[in-house]
């Protein structure tokens, strides 16, 4: 039983990614008084929050950035001036 920080519990899952808080869930099916705790604050893990899908993301704008920037002129839209702006993109 863990009890710390106002928490009581039979069962804590480590990290809030895929592994750490299905297995508080299940934990929790069964019975078991349980929490899952990660240190970013949210729940999703690297790939949701910092890894994979913001990467990709980025990767998609960018490549929509330079088919505005060099592929529409070809088809008869023009954009006379085109920026990216990274912090809003990820």
Do not use: D, W
Request: include cysteine.
């Amino acid at each position: 039983v863990y009890k710390r920080q106002g928490i009581n519990a039979e069962y804590m899952g480590v990290g809030g990614g895929p592994g750490g808080y299905v297995a508080a869930i299940k934990a929790a099916q069964l019975g078991l008084n349980a929490a899952c705790v990660e240190k970013r604050g949210s729940l999703g893990g690297t790939c949701l929050n910092v890894g994979c899908i913001p990467s990709k993301a980025l990767l998609n704008a960018s490549h929509k950035y330079h088919a505005a920037k060099h592929e529409y002129a070809e088809h008869g839209i023009e954009i006379p001036s085109v920026s990216m702006n990274v912090t809003k993109t990820v």
